[in-house]
C-alpha cells in the first residue's frame, strides 16, 4: 500500500505539472512583444505547442512543487520541538526506570520525524549500554544519518536542475542546425541573409537563457529549502543533547555514567 508521503508528493507533482501547464497556455495567450514570447514559449506569429521551454515550464512548475514538499516538511520537524516530549524544566533528572515512560509514548506515534526517532534511540542506547557516552555517540551518529537522508530526499530537484539546463542546450542546439540550414538555402549575397541569420540565432539562444534562469532560480530555493531541513535537524539534536542525555543520571549502587 502506498504511504502517506508518497501519495501526498505525487498529487503534489501532478497538481504541480498542471498548474506549469496552465502557465504555458496563459503565456502563449496574453499579447507580449515579439522578442519576449520568444524567450518564454518560442511565440513568434502564431502558438508553437512543441517548443522546448512549453517543456522547460512544466519541469520547473514540477520542480517547485518538490521544493513546498520540503519546506512543509522542514516546517513540520520545527513544530516538532514544542510538543514537550521530554521534561524541559531546570531540576528534572532521568533515570533508568523513568525512561520507558517516553519510550513508548514516542514509539506510538504514527508522525516519524527527526526528534521522534531520536529519542527512542538514545533510550534504547542507554538502556542497552547504560553509558552517557555511547548514547552520545549514537546521537551524534544519527544526526550524521539524517543529514545524509536530507541530501537523499532532493535526488529528484538535483534531476529536475539538471534537465532543466540540458533542455536549454538542446534547443540551442537544434536552433543552430535550423539557422545554418537557413544559411545553406540562401545566396551568399542575399541582402536579408545577415538579419535571418541573427534573428534564429538570436531565438536558439532564448532556450539557454531561459534555462539558466529557471536553474538558478532553483539552486537558490533550494538552498533556502535544505537550510531550514538542517536547521530543524540541528534543533531536533540540540534538544535531545540539553533534555535527554544532560539529564540522564545512573545512581551510584547502579554504576557511575560514563
Not at 499579447?31 to 502564431?46: C, R, S
Not at 542497552?128 to 552520545?136: G, L, P
Not at 539538471?162 to 538542446?170: D, E, T
Not at 539552486?219 to 538542517?230: F, S, Y
Amino acid at each position: 500500500m502506498m504511504s502517506t508521503d508518497t501519495s501526498t508528493r505525487l498529487v503534489i507533482a501532478a497538481a504541480s505539472a498542471v498548474c506549469g501547464m496552465v502557465v504555458v497556455v496563459l503565456l502563449n495567450l496574453i499579447p507580449m512583444p515579439y522578442a519576449l514570447g520568444k524567450f518564454l514559449v518560442d511565440k513568434g506569429d502564431g502558438v508553437n505547442v512543441f517548443a522546448l521551454q512549453n517543456a522547460m515550464w512544466i519541469v520547473f512548475a514540477i520542480g517547485i512543487g518538490e521544493l513546498v514538499i520540503r519546506v512543509r516538511h522542514a516546517k513540520r520537524e520545527a513544530e516538532e520541538l514544542n510538543r514537550n516530549y521530554l521534561p524541559e524544566d531546570e531540576r528534572t533528572i532521568l533515570t533508568l526506570e523513568d525512561l520507558p515512560e517516553f519510550y513508548k509514548k514516542l514509539r506510538g506515534l504514527k508522525q516519524k520525524t527527526f526528534l521522534t526517532r531520536l529519542i527512542p534511540r538514545i533510550i534504547l542506547q542507554f538502556q542497552s549500554s547504560r553509558s552517557i557516552e555511547q548514547s552520545t555517540t549514537m546521537l551524534n551518529s544519527s544526526l550524521d544519518l539524517f543529514l545524509h537522508e536530507i541530501d537523499l530526499r532532493y535526488n529528484i530537484l538535483k534531476y529536475i536542475n539538471w534537465l532543466i539546463p540540458s533542455l536549454g542546450f538542446i534547443g540551442t542546439v537544434y536552433g543552430i542546425v535550423l539557422t545554418l540550414d537557413t544559411a545553406g538555402g540562401m545566396e551568399p549575397d542575399d541582402a536579408n541573409l545577415l538579419s535571418f541569420l541573427t534573428r534564429d540565432l538570436s531565438v536558439a539562444f532564448y532556450t539557454t537563457l531561459l534555462a539558466l534562469l529557471m536553474s538558478t532560480l532553483l539552486m537558490l530555493l533550494k538552498h533556502i529549502a535544505v537550510g531550514k531541513e538542517e536547521a530543524a535537524l540541528n534543533s531536533s539534536g540540540q534538544y535531545c543533547l540539553d533534555h535527554l542525555i544532560n539529564r540522564l543520571y545512573i545512581p551510584a549502587s547502579k554504576g557511575a555514567a560514563k
